[in-house]
């Protein structure tokens, strides 16, 4: 098969694609293809030019740290949840391209947690305004969060992060305002501020999800 990656050595260099020849199993994983590409010291394109690894991020390569986020085939991905069996004879991929690239496919997300870090939009002590099992199931599924960045890759509305703050800032502001009642009215305005007025409710962003929010119900949540 033919990988096709587009590269960019530095964060102001320029960007270009450059393609490699790969034979692995269909069960490969997008993640080890591009460490099999990876693997000799000697790594050449498909014409035998002489290159460099390919950069990228991964942690637990089993889908639930992230950081292996980036596109593929047209798809925000996880690299380690995508495989070469679902992707046909050629693959692209590329770094998610709503962040600031830093090398390769190593995007910079730290806007994401500014973003919660300048909100204040963490729990706190546990004092719940919604009381009964009933929140429970979705309390938990909106707490596994894996803040990757794809729900804002995928998002019409998402450009920058400097107002409007995507799928995984509403999935936030419920999970703190439904387990912190006394927090609950600042969560509120931020969640007006920064997400109820700019989301045009696509719902591209619980397609691509990997751990399958349902950010419809936080919506509706926060909204009520």
């Not at 460490?35 to 498909?46: C, K």
């Not at 925000?76 to 046909?88: I, K, M, N, Q, Y």
């Not at 730290?110 to 919604?130: A, C, D, Q, R, W």
């Amino acid at each position: 098969m033919k990988v096709k990656v587009l590269r960019q050595v530095t964060p102001f260099s320029e960007s270009y694609w450059e393609t490699f020849n790969a034979d692995v199993p269909p069960e490969t994983s997008v993640a080890a293809l591009i460490e099999h590409i990876n693997y000799n010291d000697d790594i050449a394109d498909e014409n035998g030019r002489p290159t460099t690894r390919i950069g990228w991020e991964c942690s637990c390569l089993q889908g639930v740290c992230g950081s292996c986020a980036m596109v593929i085939n047209g798809v925000p991905s996880l690299a380690c949840e995508t495989f070469v069996r679902d992707l046909g004879e050629t693959v692209t991929i590329k770094p998610l391209q709503k962040f600031p690239v830093i090398h390769d496919l190593v995007v910079d997300r730290s806007v994401i947690f500014e973003n919660l870090k300048n909100t204040s939009m963490f729990i706190g002590e546990y004092n719940p305004s919604h009381k009964g099992k009933k929140e429970f199931e979705h309390q938990y599924s909106t707490a596994k969060c894996l803040k990757c960045g794809l729900c804002l890759e995928v998002c019409p509305n998402y450009t920058n992060g400097e107002s409007f703050f995507g799928a995984l800032f509403a999935n936030d502001c419920y999970t703190v305002a439904s387990r912190n009642g006394e927090k609950a009215s600042e969560v509120k305005k931020q969640y007006a501020e920064h997400f109820a007025n700019a989301c045009s409710k696509s719902l591209s962003c619980m397609e691509v999800c990997p751990m399958k929010i349902q950010t419809i119900a936080s919506i509706s949540k926060m909204n009520r």
